[in-house]
T-cell receptor
Framework: EAGVAQSPRYKIIEKRQSVAFWCNPI?????LYWYQQILGQGPKLLIQ????????DSQLPKDRFSAERLKGVDSTLKIQPAKLEDSAVYLC??????????????FGEGSRLTVL | DAKTTQPPSMDCAEGRAANLPCNHS???????VYWYRQIHSQGPQYIIH???NNETNEMASLIITEDRKSSTLILPHATLRDTAVYYC????????????FGQGTELSVKP
């Protein structure tokens, strides 16, 4: 079974530039998450999708971050303009359901962003 | 949502059991305890989860105290490949299944 695919694996940009990350979840997984992991810290949830609708984006800095999940499959996370503090690994995860089911989350390997 | 407390780091000798503690004193009755681990430069990996009873799978055992205020993850025969950051997470069941990560425990398995 193919896992969660993310690209690019690494990206270096200068502050105020824009960047986009792509995620392809496991086939059939209705729920998709984006996490931000700053070096030395645990992952922090940015946004959760159920199919193509947003379930929770309370921790997403909406002045610069945006995310979409067209057609309820692939998702894109965009940062514009980037700040130095956005340097982090961006993790995508998916699961079969976003309800009270105890299904486990499957994570991709992440996209490492460095903002200079 | 309930929060967890874990020691920042632990060492374990290869071949011995690794016992990783976690405190979750404010856990609610319908919240599960989940354990994930993250090997360097990889995404987190699910290990095990439980509600009240002890659980065991091919990777580990989870022991939850009767009052559910703490739990212990046991890796019965640690190997060098078990070196990772281990996260104990209380699942916010009524908020769509998201996982809130803490700082975790960095486990170093030494030869």
């Amino acid at each position: 079974e193919a896992g969660v695919a993310q690209s690019p694996r690494y990206k270096i940009i200068e502050k105020r530039q824009s960047v986009a990350f792509w995620c392809n979840p496991i086939s059939g997984h209705a729920t998709l998450y984006w996490y931000q992991q700053i070096l030395g810290q645990g992952p922090k949830l940015l946004i959760q999708f159920q199919n193509n609708g947003v379930v929770d984006d309370s921790q997403l800095p909406k002045d610069r971050f945006s995310a979409e999940r067209l057609k309820g499959v692939d998702s894109t996370l965009k940062i514009q303009p980037a700040k130095l503090e956005d340097s982090a690994v961006y993790l995508c995860a998916s699961t079969l359901t976003g309800t009270a089911n105890t299904g486990e989350l499957f994570f991709g390997e992440g996209s490492r962003l460095t903002v200079l | 949502d309930a929060k967890t407390t874990q020691p920042p780091s632990m060492d374990c000798a290869e071949g011995r059991a690794a016992n990783l503690p976690c405190n979750h004193s404010t856990i609610s009755g319908n919240e599960y305890v989940y354990w994930y681990r993250q090997i360097h430069s990889q995404g987190p990996q699910y290990i095990i989860h439980g509600l009240k009873n002890n659980e065991t799978n091919e990777m580990a055992s989870l022991i939850i105290t009767e009052d559910r205020k703490s739990s212990t993850l046991i890796l019965p025969h640690a190997t060098l490949r078990d070196t990772a950051v281990y996260y104990c997470i209380v699942r916010v069941v009524n908020q769509g299944g998201k996982l809130i990560f803490g700082q975790g425990t960095e486990l170093s398995v030494k030869p």
